[in-house]
């Protein structure tokens, strides 16, 4: 049955998929209003730091849905996840910290958890997803995210017996590694959204967080530290991501990578060893060969998010989440000069943005994920903009959630670094 008979179902028992969400902002706000129209399901909490924020979202919801259900309302995350009337919570906050804080309470809560947080998955997903796996629960990025949309064609090619070659997207804003909220202010206004959030856009923090999260679903890693972001279109990207020897940009095949281009789509590159197969794939017309691109034109964002919710909750099943051990990481990379003594705000802020780089050099390297800038970081020497940090450069805030829980996650796949730990509750 598929997940929308399954939601028809629900809808005829009148017992519909209560969910409550953390974030009503862009991203939160349109979910919201999406799943007033969606059978089976209904919000029936939202939580923002900004109250009004929050009412706002549940008051267009009830006004646009049939239901007209009660919604909680509240700028208290624990109230939403320890309500009786939620059974699966969706963070929408894109913030680490308070990622981490809410990983926590819907594990003690025994809830299922949606994140349309990449920045918390990358930190500490590895160990997360194992404690809600054990717990007979469902921790998973949200579908619509550009890492669960490639990973969707990339399933799709694998299912097929194809070799995938690269998996990637096309980059939304032009790179401008230095951007900031006042760089960025008055677009981001004008777009109704976060100056920080569009900070994180433009300095590609958040494109290197989702080739992140899309390695540690695959195996696939960077090619080089940072990618390539080559710029190309859909008849040439194949071409320039082929290796050096064939005229193209790539080291190594079996890797994630952005393009400027193909914007907002996802794509993986494929190809087959056996003749009869590359000879149907020119006849169907993917391409002229021996490389064919299976690209997806658009992803919907948030808007998505309820099948990933209907998928958690009516199969017990995730849209993407890390296969074990970490594979890549989005390490902090100074934006500007830093003076000893001054305080590193982290992602989408003054400070630092995010480069991917494999797990292996970030441990090598000494780097610092960036999920980790958070709270009360400060440089204890001067750094240079476009150094990359490392520990010996600032002192990080050992009191927050997200450090605490990225310690457990070192320790323990520092143990068994091979496979996933087995973490008893």
Request: glycine share 8%; net charge negative.
């Amino acid at each position: 049955m598929s997940i929308y008979q399954q939601l028809l179902t629900r809808e005829r028992e009148n017992a519909p998929i209560r969910v409550g969400v953390i974030g009503a902002g862009q991203m939160g706000f349109g979910m919201i209003t999406q799943i007033s129209r969606i059978p089976g399901m209904i919000v029936t909490g939202v939580c923002d730091v900004n109250t009004e924020a929050a009412r706002k979202a549940a008051d267009y919801y009830n006004s646009q849905s049939k239901k007209r259900n009660p919604v909680l309302v509240t700028n208290d995350y624990r109230e939403v996840i320890q309500s009786r009337d939620v059974e699966v919570v969706v963070d929408a906050t894109g913030v680490p910290e308070v990622g981490a804080n809410i990983s926590l309470e819907a594990l003690r809560s025994k809830k299922h958890l949606v994140l349309l947080n990449v920045e918390v998955d990358i930190t500490i997903g590895s160990v997360m997803y194992q404690l809600f796996n054990n717990a007979g629960l469902v921790y998973t990025g949200s579908a619509g995210d550009e890492p669960a949309a490639t990973l969707e064609l990339y399933e799709f090619a694998k299912t097929m017996g194809l070799e995938v070659l690269v998996a990637g997207k096309g980059k939304n804003n032009k790179l401008n590694p230095l951007s900031n909220p006042d760089v960025c202010r008055e677009e981001a206004q004008r777009k109704h959204m976060s100056a920080h959030m569009l900070a994180a856009f433009q300095d590609g923090t958040k494109t290197m967080a989702e080739m992140n999260l899309l390695s540690n679903a695959t195996g696939l890693i960077p090619d080089l530290t940072g990618m390539h972001g080559v710029s190309a279109t859909l008849e040439d990207v194949a071409d320039k991501l082929n290796l050096k020897e064939n005229g193209g940009v790539l080291n190594n095949f079996g890797v994630v990578e952005y393009v400027d281009g193909l914007a907002p789509g996802v794509f993986v590159i494929v190809k087959s060893e056996l003749e009869p197969v590359d000879e149907e794939l020119r006849y169907l017309k993917v391409g002229n060969g021996p490389h064919y691109t299976l690209y997806r034109p658009y992803h919907l964002a948030s808007l998505e998010t309820p099948v990933t919710i209907a998928k958690a909750v009516l199969q017990h099943d995730s849209s993407i989440h890390p296969l074990g051990a970490p594979v890549s990481e989005t390490v902090a990379v100074a934006k500007r000069d830093i003076k000893a003594g001054e305080s590193v705000d982290g992602i989408g802020g003054y400070s630092v943005r995010g480069v991917l780089e494999t797990h292996s050099d970030m441990k090598t390297n000494g780097h610092i994920p960036i999920g980790l800038i958070s709270g009360k970081v400060v440089a204890k020497k001067d750094i240079k903009t476009g150094q990359f940090l490392t520990q010996d450069d600032v002192e990080l805030d050992k009191e927050t959630t997200v450090w605490k829980l990225r310690s457990l996650q070192d320790q323990l796949f520092t143990l068994n670094p091979e496979k996933s730990p087995v973490i008893k509750l």
